[in-house]
């Protein structure tokens, strides 16, 4: 399974914010999300190969009860099978991260999803191939009722302007059969001062649809910075 990096931080985002956690980044993702915050596990992904037995050896240097495997696209790798199984044999809480577009039948303690919108799409003229295969991967309502029967789940979207909102709407209709205070409105941006311009247009929504406002805290807390 190809790491970008494991570290030791504080989850920032979602439904376990605040909770010190291990994150495990994998390398590699099938989506090219043009506001992507870590293109080192995508765009220009990097990292080691590492076998489950080395990944869990890391997280068990740390003294700490919660585990974030992310990405990148963790989906990609079928090791996450075995990683999982083993990370819950040692007694972790695992969250897995994920983009809704792939499935494996993994066994966690909390499915993240983080659907993609329409905003997401690279420009066209600059990366037509990515743009197109972007644009047909990113919406798979088939896989994100599968991962949500798995374990309990967040739907965590990423809303750039108000324009958002209607088709957010238009493709839970077509999910159907959640939880509203399990989706999740978390404004784009990468610095304090842009999630701020959109924080309250966001938590306005959630209030009238019964949403919950999703904070990008590390933001705050450290700055658009590698390994937080």
Not at 97 to 120: H, Q
Not at 162 to 188: I, N
Request: proline share 7%; charged share 25%; hydrophobic share 35%.
């Amino acid at each position: 399974m190809k790491i970008a990096e494991i570290y030791r931080s504080v989850q920032g985002e979602g439904l376990l914010t605040g909770t010190p956690s291990v994150f495990v980044r994998a390398s590699g993702c099938n989506l090219r999300c043009w506001f992507c915050d870590t293109p080192f596990a995508s765009w220009k992904p990097e990292g080691q190969d590492l076998s489950v037995d080395e990944i869990v050896a890391e997280v068990e240097e740390w003294d700490c009860r919660h585990v974030v495997l992310t990405g990148g696209e963790p989906m990609l790798f079928a090791e996450l099978l075995p990683l999982c199984d083993r990370l819950r044999q040692i007694r972790r809480h695992v969250t897995i991260e994920t983009a809704g577009t792939l499935y494996l039948p993994v066994s966690c303690n909390l499915m993240s999803i983080s659907p993609k919108l329409g905003n997401s799409t690279p420009d066209r003229d600059t990366h037509p191939h990515w743009s197109r295969r972007h644009e047909r991967s990113r919406w798979r309502p088939d896989v994100i009722r599968k991962l949500m029967a798995l374990a309990p789940y967040q739907l965590k979207f990423v809303v750039d302007t108000p324009r958002d909102l209607m088709e957010l709407d238009a493709l839970l209709t077509e999910l159907a059969g959640f939880d509203p205070e399990r989706v999740l409105l978390m404004p784009q941006g990468t610095s304090a001062d842009e999630l701020e311009r959109r924080s309250p247009w966001v938590r306005e929504h959630c209030q009238e649809r019964g949403f919950t406002f999703c904070p990008r805290k590390q933001i705050e807390w450290f700055g658009g910075v590698r390994g937080t």
